[in-house]
């Protein structure tokens, strides 16, 4: 039996993923994310509030 394995996992930390961040960074659940959603306009301003803590302002 031979054979060579073809992929190989990446070096350093996995990435991150966006909801992560903003869960991190707000302190909230990802449930909690889901109930900002249904309200556009505080979902945006959380939103806005996660990019700029995290150093992402725009």
């Known amino acids: 039996m031979e054979g060579d394995i ?3 996992r990446r070096r350093g930390r ?3 993923k966006w909801i992560q ?3 991190d960074d ?3 659940t990802a449930a ?3 109930h900002l ?3 556009r306009e505080k979902f945006q301003r959380t ?3 996660a990019k700029f803590c995290s150093g992402q302002a725009f």
Do not use: M, N, Q
Request: no cysteine; aromatic share 4%; charged share 30%.
């Open 21 to 23: 961040d903003v869960t």
């Open 6 to 8: 073809l992929a190989k």
């Open 26 to 28: 707000l302190s909230i």
């Open 14 to 16: 996995p990435w991150r």
């Open 47 to 49: 939103v806005r509030v």
């Open 37 to 39: 959603a249904h309200d």
């Open 32 to 34: 909690e994310t889901a």
